[in-house]
């Protein structure tokens, strides 16, 4: 017996949808901190407003900025020294949302815009360790905090264009999901003659 609310995941498509649903929405919960954290780095042009953000709660939400904090108290820069860093900092938000993203790309039907979204997301940590590198080794305090709003640019650009595709993804698969819930299964009994 079909219960009512199995109309809603009784077919593959339905819960490819749920899943597909529930990924977009964990995935902008995942970047509008970024987007945030981007502004706040932009706006930082001086020496005390850099400190005064360190009191801030959105420092502990983000990877990177656990990062970035954890690398400003570094003696010495080294590769094994950063890798080192980049994984005692990896927590289980970040676990989270790397396991969404292995799931909705093992799910999602159109994997090369996964494919693109992954590679984005790649390419900013990339570019962001290189600039916290390069300004771990500025030669002065200003220097850095050019570094730093780089960062905040890159954090901008890169959460803004994620932030887009993510609802305009939301609304397509909303759309995708009301057209299949159109279609009802018919659940039939077959009895056995003995």
């Given at each position: ?14 819960r ?63 590769p ?68 730093i ?46």
């Amino acid at each position: 017996m079909m219960l009512p609310y199995d109309a809603w995941i009784d077919t593959r498509e339905k819960r490819v949808h749920v899943c597909m649903l529930i990924f977009l929405i964990v995935s902008i919960i995942f970047i509008i901190p970024y987007i945030l954290l981007g502004i706040l780095l932009v706006s930082r042009g001086s020496y005390t407003s850099l400190f005064e953000m360190l009191s801030y709660p959105i420092l502990d939400s983000s990877y990177i900025s656990r990062v970035i904090l954890d690398a400003i108290s570094l003696t010495k820069v080294t590769p094994l020294g950063i890798l080192k860093l980049l994984l005692e900092n990896i927590g289980t938000m970040e676990l989270l949302e790397g396991f969404v993203c292995i799931m909705a790309y093992a799910l999602y039907i159109n994997k090369k815009k996964t494919t693109y979204v992954i590679s984005l997301l790649l390419a900013e940590f990339i570019v962001c360790t290189i600039l916290v590198v390069i300004a771990l080794r500025a030669s002065s305090l200003n220097g850095a905090i050019i570094y730093i709003r780089l960062i905040g640019q890159v954090f901008l650009i890169v959460n803004i264009v994620l932030l887009v595709i993510a609802f305009l993804s939301l609304h397509i698969t909303i759309g995708n999901y009301k057209e299949s819930l159109a279609y009802e299964v018919e659940e039939i009994k077959e009895h056995m003659e003995d």
